[in-house]
């Protein structure tokens, strides 16, 4: 029999033998019995089993059982075998701070009820003031889970004390066997390509004729496989975990069944030394969640709230299925944006009892409401989005906007040259390691070798890349390769290490994945939405998914929206922006110079320059200054000859 609640305090089991007695749980309490039987060191361990055999002579045994087989998904959350949760009042109850909402009546209302339900929140509408009042109202214990550590901690400031307030990491870390926290690291550390590399003594090898793949780029592949089941709710390792990177993405079947039968046999290598708590190698952050995940919790509350609800790891979502406790949802389905990390919409995939609206948003105004409803009416919404009456929000030209968003990783770097041009301190938000790895990657592959880089495994040249940037498969490389062709990768490098740190900066540059959760005073977007990605095959409109992030980055802004016109045209008119192309010739692909390899500063600077760090020595405009013609130029001068 498996051991649910083996993390558990003897305080937090009397809390469960409490409510399985009250509910007449009887799975709950027989599996409450089989764990006490192993806790023979306390002293009331006794009287407790006294009193569970009590209850389970009362309690009428269920025909199912919930901890040897799967929920269904289809099933609104085991409705089946679980009972309603019985609310009672709260030995003292705090008043909130504000007058709630009809919508936020309508979702007490449904809370107090005792059913599952969904809690539809559109952007900036008050999920967690919304959640505060739920959980003031009751007397019951409640579990509020997110997935972001700085939710959390927010959260927990405005929580009585009757929530625990967690990560899903933090739960699941609390749950590790003893024997692996005897070395912290085993659960903490990160494996790493290169570490594999050198424990496995993996060499440089080639799939079919012509996939050179390097062995740090092997090591990943085993990683990024490892990573995807432990997010999955299945039990084994399969071939469904197995990414298609890089050049693999347009490769034939076969090549394909070969690196899918290596990637799984190593794979499946390195999950049995993570296990291992003797073995080095360590389980990081995903491991122990899987392992959690895999042990069947039983999380000790009456009600659990899982807010983000719209971006949920399955493994996670799993869990919550197999509770027998009230389950609230918390999200904005139109907010899903990291499907492509494995997540799962819970707002859109699980049915549940009840389901209430939060559509007044007290982040920004009316203006700023109107163009997401029309962005939401585009994704099949029919409730439209309301604005706060205390904002005047607009939408228009930004002079100095507090932050830019792009959608891709490539435009941030251009919105940064742009930045140090205007002389403003631009903070890039996320870390600029994979932004480096992939220009690593441009010089290695310009050198003909295969480069370590994820996005580009499998590729043995840079002119491979640029030909595959054409097709279908390698349009998410298409921004990339258009400003690697016109700027140069050292030069883009240069630039990146000239971004500051948020505290000093006078600019923000994020992508939208990672602006998630963030908001600004003013924000300009940058045109790069709705262009990189094929379109939709069944309605022949741009993907639903580069529709949400769009949305997502609309919903950032609190007074000013700076939109391009074309993503305008989108929203009003129904014009698609013209897809990205490779803009480089296929000649000059292959006969473009080489990059220059040294950093020096020009002869002489203008006065108005001389502030900035110097640009490449090929620079048109250093040339200029060394003609004894200097011209006022900023950074995007220096750099690219403008």
Same mark, same amino acid.
């Given at each position: 029999m498996q051991r649910p609640f083996i993390s558990m305090t003897f305080l937090e089991l009397e809390d469960v033998f409490r409510k399985a007695s009250r509910t007449k749980d009887h799975e709950y309490l027989k599996l409450l019995d089989h764990e006490l039987s192993f806790r023979n060191r306390n002293q009331k361990t006794?009287?407790?089993?006294?009193?569970?055999?009590?209850?389970?002579?009362?309690?009428?045994?269920?025909?199912?059982?919930?901890?040897?087989?799967?929920?269904?998904? /289809?099933?609104?959350?085991?409705?089946?075998?679980r009972a309603s949760a019985v609310h009672t009042k709260p030995r003292t109850r705090k008043k909130p701070k504000f007058t709630p909402t009809e919508e936020q009546t309508a979702a007490l209302g449904a809370f107090l009820q005792g059913m599952s339900l969904k809690i539809n929140a559109f952007a900036g509408s008050g999920k967690t003031s919304t959640l505060q009042l739920l959980a003031n109202a009751t007397g019951l214990r409640g579990q509020y889970l997110a997935f972001s550590k700085s939710i959390v901690a927010d959260a927990g400031e405005k929580f009585p004390n009757t929530v625990d307030c967690s990560t899903s990491h933090s739960l699941a870390f609390r749950a590790a066997p003893a024997g692996y926290k005897q070395d912290i690291g085993k659960l903490t550390n990160r494996c790493t390509a290169k570490q594999l590399v050198e424990v496995l003594d993996i060499k440089r090898r080639r799939f079919g004729d012509r996939y050179a793949v390097t062995p740090d780029s092997q090591g990943y592949l085993y990683l990024e496989t490892i990573r995807r089941y432990a997010q999955s709710a299945d039990d084994e390792i399969g071939p469904q975990h197995v990414p298609t990177l890089g050049a693999l993405r347009a490769a034939p079947e076969d090549v394909l069944q070969g690196v899918t039968a290596f990637a799984l046999d190593g794979a499946?290598?390195?999950?049995?030394?993570?296990?291992?708590?003797?073995?080095?190698?360590?389980?990081?952050?995903?491991?122990?969640?899987?392992l959690w995940g895999?042990?069947?919790?039983?999380?000790?509350?009456?009600?659990?709230?899982?807010?983000?609800?719209?971006?949920?790891?399955?493994?996670?979502?799993?869990?919550?299925?197999?509770?027998?406790?009230?389950?609230?949802?918390?999200?904005?389905?139109?907010?899903?944006?990291?499907?492509?990390?494995?997540?799962?919409?819970?707002?859109?995939?699980?049915?549940?009892?009840?389901?209430?609206?939060?559509?007044?948003?007290?982040?920004?105004?009316?203006?700023?409401?109107?163009?997401?409803?029309?962005?939401?009416?585009?994704?099949?919404?029919?409730?439209?989005?309301?604005?706060?009456?205390g904002i005047a929000s607009k939408i228009g030209a930004t002079a100095n906007p507090v932050a830019v968003l792009a959608r891709t990783n490539a435009t941030t770097i251009s919105a940064v040259i742009e930045a140090l041009d205007a002389g403003r301190r631009p903070h890039l938000v996320g870390d600029k390691s994979e932004l480096m790895d992939m220009l690593r990657g441009v010089q290695a592959l310009k050198e003909n070798e295969p480069s370590t880089c994820p996005a580009f495994f499998g590729f043995r040249s840079w002119i491979e890349v640029v030909e595959f940037a054409r097709s279908d498969e390698g349009a998410h490389l298409v921004m990339f390769v258009n400003l690697v062709e016109k700027r140069g990768e050292k030069q883009l490098m240069w630039a990146l290490n000239r971004t500051v740190d948020e505290e000093k900066a006078d600019l923000v540059i994020s992508t939208v994945h990672k602006s998630k959760g963030r908001e600004w005073k003013s924000v300009r977007l940058m045109d790069d939405f709705l262009r990189s990605s094929p379109t939709d095959k069944k309605s022949s409109g741009p993907d639903p998914a580069e529709m949400r992030l769009l949305y997502v980055a609309?919903?950032?802004?609190?007074?000013?929206?700076?939109?391009?016109?074309?993503?305008?045209?989108?929203?009003?008119?129904?014009?698609?922006?013209?897809?990205?192309?490779?803009?480089? /010739?296929?000649?000059?692909?292959?006969?473009?110079?080489?990059?220059?390899?040294?950093?020096?500063?020009?002869?002489?600077?203008?006065?108005a320059a001389s502030t900035h760090p110097a640009p490449p020595r090929s620079s048109p405009v250093a040339a200029e200054i060394v003609a004894g013609k200097p011209r006022r130029k900023g950074i995007m001068g220096w750099l690219f000859g403008r």
């Open positions: 006794p009287d407790l089993r006294k009193r569970v055999a009590a209850a389970l002579a009362k309690a009428p045994a269920r025909q199912i059982e919930l901890f040897d087989q799967r929920t269904p998904s /289809s099933s609104a959350h085991g409705a089946d075998v499946r290598q390195v999950w049995g030394r993570m296990l291992s708590e003797r073995d080095p190698l360590p389980l990081g952050h995903d491991g122990y969640l899987k895999l042990s069947r919790p039983i999380i000790a509350a009456d009600y659990i709230m899982l807010d983000e609800a719209q971006d949920t790891n399955p493994v996670v979502l799993d869990i919550l299925q197999r509770q027998r406790g009230q389950l609230i949802y918390v999200g904005d389905r139109y907010q899903q944006i990291y499907e492509w990390r494995g997540a799962v919409n819970a707002m859109e995939s699980i049915e549940a009892d009840a389901s209430t609206y939060l559509t007044t948003s007290f982040r920004f105004g009316n203006a700023i409401a109107s163009l997401a409803t029309k962005m939401l009416v585009k994704l099949g919404e029919t409730q439209p989005v309301r604005g706060n009456s609309l919903t950032r802004a609190k007074e000013s929206l700076e939109v391009p016109s074309t993503i305008m045209d989108f929203i009003d008119r129904g014009i698609a922006p013209q897809r990205e192309r490779v803009e480089v /010739s296929r000649a000059s692909s292959t006969q473009r110079p080489a990059q220059p390899h040294q950093i020096e500063p020009p002869r002489s600077l203008s006065p």
